[in-house]
């Protein structure tokens, strides 16, 4: 009698906490249990994939509100522009089917593809085209594209050639063509029913869970060659990694290296850079980070290659400042190291900023964000080195947006900044002083004048050292502690083929098919 | 009758004991700062490393001195928020009835048709992370529970021969309620306290689990199992370590629960 208890208190207390630990014990099992079904299943399986993310997508559709950049990578495959990027870096063709740049790098002209068709089955035509550039200039929350739709000093259209004469060339142009998206005239349900000309069409959301595109098989071109694509939607990391484990997801990308590592089921994995650029941004309107020397200080305290080898096993790239490498002649290697790791030297400017003996301060951190989280646990550590205490608060990921991103009411915080279009701009635009974009509220009288001067500069050579010195403004007055472009691993299922890295934020879906 | 020995009050006692003695010494001492980040990682459990290290090269047997203590404090916090405050409610309620016991008792039987993690999920979105909010939280919802058995306690002791003649007598009720009653709960309510104390551990562990409880680096038993799922194949230590100290932790009072029970009956 005295036994079986003993035995059944035993027992309860073990169950009590072995049910903390059901989680981890289930993916052994679903793991397990998937294998089996791959292996049954054979090549039969349907025509369609499950892809995992780490976020919903904005509350409106509507591509020329939409913000995040997950909700770019996902529209990216239903929204089209008169031209669009390739995995190059190339703008080609789309709703276009050719574009013609005179001689002078002053009149672009479009043509109008024959028989392009909107997943509401309409036909698109000059007038949708031309409603599209007038909403985008008019409503997109892009202030570099709307300013380079706004150089536009002359439209023409002629039959089914459309051309538009610029103030001065601007070598940017194509790239803020390709994020007009064309949409249908007098379409009103962008945000809840989003059409536009992509490869797959708009099918359904379910908020918090799923996100189901189609195949659009009226697409003008080669089009999509899988039928389906679902988007599951895991807020938690840890849930969305024992999804994939499991077997349950055909592609997943954003994983950190020990996740890669502990990856069970034969994915091919695939190696690239995530096109962002982390940082710990720093509210530069509040204490104590509107004073230079501090954040400085918290430059050349931060050593961003042990983080690396921490986090990643070394892999991801150093930065510097807001450009990322996929940028090439506009990134500028030397300024990741500007400020190399130094306790010492951080220490003395800390005191001669009149914080000897350091300070608090608080990072949030989206918690749906592994690699950034993992990234503010390793600087809170590198900080503590200087006598700089950081307060780790993991908030979800709306809860960033609005208040973090918007009511900037944070003191630091780590994320990553994507480009929306494959310009410059689209990483520097926000630092302006008065951009609504501009998180941090960085203030810089030298950086507004040499970014308004990038603009206007005709001379490509000249442009670019202009934006080199915008970077470099940004790094000598250590606007962030600027860390890295992530490693990104992607997992995809073995039978996937087709996979590949674009130069921004997006994976498009229309080139994944099974073997 | 022959007086048997308690084998739950020893067993539960020592292992309580010893949990507690490395909890206390986990306050003032660790074989390694539990958030340096010196070692390689995923070392597997060694001499110098006790229970291994994590994804960071952090000695996870540190951070489970840490993790149990931090778990502990607010377990001690919830417990004593319960406590206190169902202690005053319950007394109050059991002794006076009336219409203030049936709005109490009705407002303390809703919080507990809630599932306990939901509504401490909401407390928590409410007030937002940390350590002290978890406290909060918790302490609201363990308040019921406390409540109710101080309540009915109350109101069968009320009843009985000694606290009428006290009454005829003149004591003040204050005195009554808190120096004749109150000892009396004394049984009832130290099994309720190991209980509760129990629930408050795992609660907490399961909130941290969810990623709702302490916030990194900080490390609490439950966010640490949390953690360590991402790396059971790998470095399978990490979990084992981590759960084994809940289970440890969770037996040993669960055992002097039951050991101080059986005392209290057999006296």
């Given at each position: 009698m005295?036994k079986?208890?003993?035995?059944?208190v035993?027992?309860?207390a073990?169950?009590?906490?072995?049910?903390l630990?059901?989680?981890?014990?289930?993916?052994?099992?679903?793991?397990a249990?998937?294998?089996?079904?791959?292996?049954?299943?054979g090549?039969?399986?349907?025509n369609?994939i499950?892809?995992?993310?780490?976020?919903?997508?904005?509350?409106?559709?509507?591509?020329?509100?939409t913000?995040?950049?997950?909700?770019r990578e996902?529209m990216?495959?239903?929204?089209e522009?008169?031209?669009?990027?390739d995995?190059q870096g190339?703008?080609v063709p789309?709703?276009?089917?050719a574009?013609?740049?005179?001689g002078d790098?002053?009149?672009?002209s479009?043509?109008?593809?024959?028989?392009?068709?909107?997943?509401?089955?309409?036909?698109?035509?000059?007038?949708d085209?031309?409603y599209?550039?007038?909403?985008?200039a008019?409503?997109?929350v892009?202030?570099?594209?709307?300013?380079?739709?706004?150089?536009?000093?002359?439209?023409?259209v002629?039959g089914?050639v459309?051309?538009?004469?610029?103030?001065?060339?601007?070598?940017?142009?194509?790239?803020?063509?390709?994020s007009?998206?064309?949409?249908p005239?007098?379409?009103?349900d962008?945000?809840?029913?989003p059409?536009g000309t992509g490869?797959?069409?708009?099918?359904?959301r379910?908020v918090?869970?799923?996100?189901i595109?189609?195949?659009?098989?009226?697409?003008?071109?080669e089009g999509?060659k899988l039928?389906?694509?679902?988007?599951?939607?895991y807020?938690?990391?840890t849930?969305?990694f024992?999804?994939?484990?499991?077997?349950?997801?055909?592609l997943?990308?954003?994983?950190?290296?020990?996740?890669?590592n502990?990856?069970?089921?034969?994915y091919?994995?695939l190696e690239?850079?995530m096109?962002?650029v982390?940082?710990?941004?720093?509210n530069?309107a509040?204490?104590?980070?509107d004073?230079e020397l501090?954040?400085?200080?918290?430059?050349?305290?931060?050593?961003?290659?042990?983080?690396?080898?921490?986090?990643?096993?070394?892999?991801?790239?150093?930065?510097?400042s807001s450009m990322?490498?996929?940028?090439?002649?506009y990134f500028d290697?030397?300024?990741a190291?500007?400020?190399?790791?130094d306790?010492?030297k951080?220490k003395?400017?800390l005191?001669?900023a009149?914080?000897?003996?350091?300070?608090?301060?608080t990072?949030?951190?989206p918690?749906?964000?592994?690699?950034?989280?993992?990234?503010?646990?390793?600087l809170a550590?590198?900080?503590?080195q200087?006598?700089?205490?950081?307060?780790i608060?993991?908030?979800?990921?709306n809860?960033?947006?609005?208040?973090?991103?918007?009511n900037?009411?944070?003191?630091?915080?780590?994320?990553g900044?994507?480009a929306?279009?494959l310009?410059?701009?689209?990483?520097l635009?926000?630092?302006?002083?008065?951009?609504s974009k501009?998180?941090?509220g960085?203030?810089?009288?030298?950086?507004?004048e040499?970014?308004?001067q990038a603009?206007?500069?005709v001379d490509d050579?000249?442009?670019t050292?202009l934006?080199?010195?915008?970077?470099?403004?940004?790094?000598?007055?250590?606007?962030?502690?600027?860390t890295?472009d992530?490693?990104?691993?992607?997992?995809v299922?073995?039978?996937?083929?087709?996979?590949?890295?674009?130069?921004?934020?997006?994976i498009?879906?229309?080139?994944?098919?099974?073997? | 009758?022959?007086?048997?020995?308690?084998?739950?009050?020893y067993?539960?006692?020592?292992?309580?004991?010893?949990?507690?003695?490395?909890?206390?010494?986990?306050?003032?001492?660790?074989p390694?700062?539990?958030?340096?980040m010196e070692?390689?990682?995923?070392?597997?459990?060694?001499?110098?490393?006790?229970?291994g290290?994590?994804?960071?090269?952090?000695?996870i047997?540190?951070?489970v001195?840490?993790?149990?203590?931090?778990?502990?404090?607010?377990?001690?916090?919830?417990?004593l928020?319960?406590?206190?405050?169902?202690?005053?409610i319950?007394?109050l309620c059991?002794y006076y009835?009336?219409?203030?016991d049936l709005i109490?008792?009705?407002?303390?039987?809703s919080?507990?048709?809630?599932?306990?993690?939901?509504?401490a999920?909401?407390?928590?979105?409410?007030?937002?992370?940390?350590?002290?909010?978890?406290?909060?939280?918790?302490?609201?919802l363990?308040i019921?529970?406390?409540?109710?058995?101080v309540?009915?306690?109350?109101?069968?002791v009320?009843?009985l021969?000694?606290?009428k003649?006290a009454?005829?007598?003149g004591v003040?009720?204050?005195?009554i309620?808190f120096?004749h009653i109150?000892p009396?709960t004394?049984?009832?309510?130290?099994?309720a306290?190991?209980?509760?104390?129990?629930?408050a551990?795992?609660?907490?562990?399961?909130?941290?689990?969810?990623?709702?409880?302490?916030?990194?680096?900080?490390a609490?038993?439950?966010?640490?199992?949390?953690d360590s799922?991402?790396?059971l194949?790998?470095?399978?230590?990490?979990?084992?370590?981590t759960?084994?100290?809940?289970?440890?932790?969770?037996?040993?009072?669960?055992?002097?629960?039951e050991?101080?029970?059986?005392?209290?009956?057999?006296v």
């Amino acid at each position: 009698m005295m036994k079986k208890r003993i035995l059944a208190v035993f027992l309860a207390a073990a169950a009590l906490a072995g049910s903390l630990c059901a989680c981890g014990g289930a993916t052994n099992q679903a793991g397990a249990s998937s294998d089996e079904t791959t292996d049954s299943s054979g090549g039969s399986h349907a025509n369609e994939i499950t892809v995992g993310i780490s976020q919903d997508l904005d509350n409106s559709l509507d591509p020329f509100v939409t913000n995040a950049a997950g909700t770019r990578e996902v529209m990216f495959n239903v929204f089209e522009g008169l031209v669009k990027p390739d995995s190059q870096g190339n703008f080609v063709p789309a709703v276009a089917s050719a574009v013609d740049v005179s001689g002078d790098g002053l009149t672009y002209s479009f043509t109008l593809r024959e028989g392009v068709v909107f997943h509401n089955g309409s036909t698109c035509t000059m007038d949708d085209v031309l409603y599209s550039f007038e909403t985008c200039a008019a409503t997109s929350v892009y202030s570099n594209v709307v300013a380079a739709l706004s150089a536009i000093v002359e439209r023409n259209v002629e039959g089914n050639v459309l051309s538009f004469t610029l103030v001065e060339p601007n070598s940017d142009f194509l790239s803020a063509v390709s994020s007009v998206y064309i949409l249908p005239k007098d379409y009103a349900d962008q945000a809840t029913q989003p059409v536009g000309t992509g490869p797959f069409k708009y099918v359904s959301r379910s908020v918090q869970e799923n996100f189901i595109l189609e195949k659009h098989e009226a697409y003008y071109g080669e089009g999509a060659k899988l039928d389906k694509v679902t988007y599951k939607i895991y807020e938690d990391s840890t849930a969305l990694f024992n999804a994939l484990d499991s077997g349950s997801l055909d592609l997943v990308a954003h994983l950190t290296m020990d996740q890669v590592n502990n990856l069970s089921n034969g994915y091919q994995v695939l190696e690239g850079t995530m096109n962002l650029v982390q940082a710990i941004y720093l509210n530069n309107a509040v204490a104590p980070f509107d004073n230079e020397l501090v954040r400085q200080a918290m430059c050349y305290a931060v050593d961003v290659d042990a983080m690396l080898n921490l986090t990643a096993d070394g892999h991801g790239t150093r930065l510097g400042s807001s450009m990322y490498p996929a940028f090439g002649k506009y990134f500028d290697e030397t300024l990741a190291e500007a400020y190399p790791h130094d306790a010492e030297k951080a220490k003395a400017l800390l005191a001669q900023a009149g914080y000897p003996d350091g300070f608090r301060f608080t990072i949030k951190v989206p918690s749906n964000y592994q690699p950034h989280v993992d990234t503010a646990v390793v600087l809170a550590e590198q900080l503590k080195q200087v006598g700089i205490t950081a307060e780790i608060q993991l908030i979800d990921w709306n809860t960033w947006l609005e208040d973090v991103y918007g009511n900037r009411n944070f003191e630091g915080t780590v994320v990553g900044f994507d480009a929306s279009v494959l310009s410059p701009t689209a990483l520097l635009a926000r630092w302006v002083s008065d951009s609504s974009k501009n998180m941090i509220g960085f203030r810089d009288e030298e950086y507004d004048e040499v970014y308004a001067q990038a603009l206007v500069t005709v001379d490509d050579a000249e442009q670019t050292a202009l934006f080199k010195r915008c970077l470099e403004i940004l790094s000598e007055k250590a606007a962030n502690v600027y860390t890295q472009d992530l490693a990104d691993f992607v997992a995809v299922s073995p039978e996937l083929k087709g996979f590949e890295f674009y130069p921004l934020y997006v994976i498009d879906m229309s080139k994944l098919y099974f073997e | 009758m022959k007086k048997k020995g308690n084998p739950f009050l020893y067993i539960g006692g020592a292992l309580s004991a010893v949990m507690t003695a490395l909890i206390l010494l986990g306050y003032f001492w660790t074989p390694y700062d539990p958030t340096a980040m010196e070692s390689k990682k995923f070392l597997p459990p060694s001499a110098e490393h006790l229970l291994g290290t994590d994804n960071f090269g952090r000695d996870i047997f540190s951070r489970v001195l840490e993790g149990a203590g931090t778990s502990f404090f607010i377990a001690v916090c919830v417990v004593l928020i319960g406590c206190v405050f169902g202690i005053l409610i319950g007394s109050l309620c059991g002794y006076y009835g009336g219409l203030a016991d049936l709005i109490l008792t009705r407002i303390c039987d809703s919080i507990t048709a809630f599932p306990s993690i939901l509504l401490a999920l909401v407390i928590i979105s409410v007030l937002g992370n940390g350590t002290y909010n978890i406290i909060i939280a918790l302490g609201i919802l363990f308040i019921p529970s406390f409540a109710r058995i101080v309540r009915s306690e109350f109101a069968r002791v009320r009843e009985l021969n000694y606290i009428k003649s006290a009454k005829l007598m003149g004591v003040g009720t204050g005195r009554i309620l808190f120096s004749h009653i109150l000892p009396n709960t004394w049984p009832v309510l130290l099994s309720a306290i190991t209980i509760g104390f129990n629930n408050a551990i795992l609660s907490e562990a399961s909130m941290s689990f969810l990623g709702l409880g302490i916030q990194p680096p900080e490390a609490s038993l439950g966010s640490m199992l949390s953690d360590s799922q991402t790396y059971l194949k790998s470095a399978p230590w990490y979990a084992l370590g981590t759960g084994c100290a809940i289970i440890l932790l969770i037996l040993g009072f669960s055992l002097l629960a039951e050991g101080l029970q059986r005392e209290s009956k057999t006296v």
